[in-house]
């Protein structure tokens, strides 16, 4: 019996490793996970493709999907739209696909209003000194927008408790591991289940009406 996929946003602050994580689960077990990749203003970084990373584009290109309605969640972060484009996120929501979102954390709360049945996921590192000195060791960023994103990391810290799950991100693999499996124990909970439920409801009513 084919189920309905599993919607997994992976939200967490910046510097967390929870892109990382991302490759890791996709690599790892491609069967298993189809990650959806947003839209969004900001510039490419050095190495990022468009289509691979992000759907780079302007913002009028932005504002346009706004309109239209092709955006299942969108926020602006630090001057730039992002968005979840709704369609690749439905289509494997319909072939009962696990789809991960990465995003930050008021998209992530929009997503569990459209999906209730969302689960969400946070990822942090163990002490906020960690987090500074993984930014500071990216060597991308200069000491003010570092400053900035510690800053931003405050703020979200506040949202933390509406997720599901938290992972302690300090050594990437076990955060893989936690991460793959809290969502495949969460496939086999009994809200997920219903359709198993009713199915085995109405093979016993057979045997009990003697039907059988
Ligand atoms: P970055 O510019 O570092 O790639 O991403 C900045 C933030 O935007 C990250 O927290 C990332 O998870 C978030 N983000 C990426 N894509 C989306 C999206 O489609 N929607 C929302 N709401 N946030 C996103």
Same mark, same amino acid.
């Given at each position: 019996? %084919?189920? %309905? +996929?599993?919607?997994?946003?992976?939200? @967490?602050?910046?510097?967390?490793?929870? @892109?990382?994580?991302?490759?890791?689960?996709?690599?790892?077990?491609?069967?298993?996970?189809?990650?959806?990749?947003?839209?969004?203003?900001?510039?490419?970084?050095?190495?990022?493709?468009? +289509?691979?990373?992000?759907?780079?584009?302007?913002?009028?290109?932005? #504002?346009?999907? !706004?309109?239209? =309605?092709?955006?299942?969640?969108?926020?602006?972060? =630090?001057?730039?739209? &992002? +968005?979840?484009? %709704?369609? &690749?996120?439905?289509?494997?929501? $319909?072939?009962?696909?696990?789809?991960?979102?990465? !995003? #930050?954390?008021?998209?992530?709360?929009?997503?569990?209003?459209?999906?209730?049945?969302?689960?969400?996921?946070?990822?942090?590192?163990?002490?906020?000194?960690?987090?500074? =000195?993984?930014?500071?060791?990216?060597?991308?960023?200069?000491? $003010?927008? !570092?400053?900035?994103?510690?800053?931003?990391?405050?703020?979200?810290?506040?949202?933390?408790?509406?997720? $599901?799950?938290?992972?302690?991100?300090?050594?990437?693999? $076990?955060?893989?591991?936690?991460?793959?499996? !809290?969502?495949?124990?969460?496939?086999?909970?009994?809200?997920?289940?219903?359709?198993?439920?009713?199915?085995?409801?109405?093979?016993?009513?057979?045997?009990? %009406? +003697?039907?059988?």
């Amino acid at each position: 019996m %084919k189920s %309905k +996929g599993l919607v997994t946003v992976l939200s @967490g602050f910046s510097g967390a490793g929870k @892109g990382t994580i991302m490759k890791h689960l996709l690599e790892e077990y491609p069967d298993t996970y189809f990650l959806s990749i947003s839209a969004t203003t900001r510039t490419p970084r050095p190495g990022e493709q468009n +289509g691979r990373e992000y759907f780079f584009m302007s913002e009028a290109d932005f #504002e346009n999907m !706004i309109e239209n =309605n092709d955006l299942l969640e969108y926020a602006k972060f =630090n001057g730039n739209y &992002y +968005g979840t484009p %709704k369609d &690749y996120v439905e289509e494997m929501l $319909d072939e009962g696909k696990n789809v991960l979102l990465e !995003i #930050e954390v008021q998209g992530a709360l929009q997503v569990k209003k459209i999906y209730p049945e969302a689960l969400l996921l946070f990822v942090t590192p163990p002490s906020a000194e960690e987090l500074k =000195n993984r930014l500071v060791g990216r060597q991308t960023d200069d000491p $003010d927008v !570092i400053l900035s994103r510690l800053s931003i990391a405050y703020d979200e810290s506040h949202l933390m408790d509406k997720y $599901d799950y938290l992972i302690v991100n300090s050594e990437i693999e $076990d955060a893989v591991e936690e991460v793959h499996t !809290i969502i495949n124990a969460e496939r086999y909970r009994t809200a997920r289940r219903t359709e198993m439920i009713e199915k085995m409801q109405n093979e016993l009513l057979q045997y009990k %009406k +003697g039907d059988k």
